[in-house]
């Protein structure tokens, strides 16, 4: 599945809009390392090829990471970096396969934009390496980055940059939480998909590493209709609490189907559980069983940032999809803000000089930036930034891997999400890395 951003889809606040295309852009700027390559003709568009979800086990999430790509790149295609309009193409991964689509959208469709590498990078990394080596490009920021080991990216050579912390590190999240509550034996069940045994692992060092007992291990498929026989092992472990990081819709039936079996846990789940899918299939009746259900993840700054998203967003066509402290829904946001401003920075579209960029207009020194907009017009009177978005500051690790908050959210019988609990953002990366380290 394949689809173009369309210049009908802009919501009532976004009217005035030009959306008949989607890229980032650049008729102006600092002068550049690639003169003469096709990543630095300011003549044409940049267009980005959308790495996003329409089928398979995570489908439930393509349209709202298709909703907010568009509504950030309608923002920033209002004044865009370097004069150079984004142009998207959405295509999808669930059935094909990240490899084989990352490929064509490169080979047939020339994008100067990967967006999105994520769990099947490696099987496709050499490649790529090949191609930034030979086109010095295309860039790779990613929302999904944190499932591809931490020492890779940051790079000329590879420039991969995240949107939001590892995966593991908001698998401790969780862990974090379950241990605030008093809970004391643990159970830990994850889908048989790379993100989620990811986490996991990270979740059973990290329990050891702070004292709770992990009573039970196990694994499920996903998209299953029925998980009540790995349900009756684990109540033979007589648990308290249960970490599960699966997709929306398995959480939500395994949560149910606990409950069903006469289980009452304080639950924390990952952060696909923050899509609709999740309450409609978990049932209120049922997570009002357990002692709580939580899903650990990314939080917003109380900033101008967020009060820009929030309006945005709500004020959009799109605000029914989900809400706006979806983490996906901020990082998303943040991460493409920061990539047009590193364009502009960087005077180009090109891989040596839009690393160097993101650290630039991510890390300070300057001034404090609390959009696009702001950061935009800073550049353009020759100011230095420092992004600050709605995650909060946005500073890089050498490897591309992004700092950020972190939260507990419930979902409300109205099926709105409440932040309930922050978490200690310093102590879960102490965490992170020291079971990084074995």
């Known amino acids: 599945m394949k689809r173009l951003l369309d210049t009908r889809r802009v919501g009532a606040a976004l009217a005035a809009t030009s959306l008949a295309a989607a890229t980032v852009g650049c008729t102006s700027g600092a002068a550049n390392s690639s003169d003469g390559a096709a990543c630095a003709d300011n003549s044409r568009p940049i267009s980005v090829g959308h790495l996003n979800y329409y089928t398979g086990p995570f489908a439930d999430v393509g349209p709202t990471f298709e909703a907010i790509t568009d509504l950030t790149i309608s923002m920033i295609n209002e004044d865009p970096p370097l004069g150079r309009q984004f142009e998207v193409v959405h295509d999808d991964i669930g059935t094909v396969g990240e490899a084989t689509v990352a490929r064509n959208l490169l080979q047939r469709n020339n994008v100067d934009v990967l967006l999105n590498p994520a769990h099947e990078y490696s099987s496709y990394r050499d490649f790529m390496l090949q191609q930034i080596d ?196 901020m990082q998303y946001y943040d991460l493409l803000n920061v990539s047009a401003l590193a364009i502009e920075a960087a005077g180009s579209a090109c891989s040596a000089d839009w690393t160097e960029a993101m650290y630039e207009v991510s890390g300070g020194p300057g001034k404090v930036v609390y959009s696009y907009q702001e950061g935009i017009e800073a550049l353009r009177n020759g100011e230095q930034i420092d992004y600050s978005g709605v995650t909060g500051d946005f500073d890089y690790t050498d490897t591309g891997v992004v700092s950020g908050l972190f939260g507990a959210y419930a979902w409300t019988p109205e099926e709105t999400l409440d932040l309930v609990n922050t978490l200690d953002g310093t102590e879960i990366l102490d965490i992170d890395e020291k079971i990084s380290q074995g």
């Not at 931490?150 to 974090?176: S, Y």
């Not at 694994?219 to 970490?243: C, F, H, K, W």
């Not at 002692?291 to 929030?310: E, G, N, R, Y």
């Open 134 to 329: 030979k086109n010095d490009g295309p860039l790779m920021p990613s929302v999904h980055g944190g499932s591809i080991d931490a020492g890779i990216g940051g790079k000329p050579e590879e420039a991969l940059f995240r949107g939001a912390p590892m995966d593991t590190a908001a698998a401790v999240a969780g862990v974090l939480q379950v241990k605030q509550s008093g809970a004391q034996r643990v159970a830990v069940v994850a889908t048989q998909i790379s993100g989620s045994q990811l986490q996991k692992d990270a979740a059973v060092a990290a329990a050891r590493e702070i004292g709770l007992e992990v009573v039970q291990v196990l694994d499920v498929q996903p998209e299953q209709a029925n998980y009540r026989s790995t349900i009756s092992s684990m109540a033979g472990a007589n648990p308290d609490s249960l970490l599960l990081f699966s997709q929306a819709e398995d959480g939500g039936t395994f949560v149910k189907q606990a409950a069903e079996a006469g289980m009452s846990l304080y639950v924390v789940g990952s952060q696909e559980w923050l899509q609709e899918a999740f309450p409609r299939s978990a049932t209120a009746s049922a997570m009002a069983q357990h002692k709580a259900v939580l899903t650990a993840a990314f939080a917003h700054a109380d900033s101008p940032a967020w009060d820009t998203l929030q309006t945005a967003w709500n004020e959009s066509e799109f605000a029914h999809l989900t809400e706006p402290e979806n983490s996906y829904v």
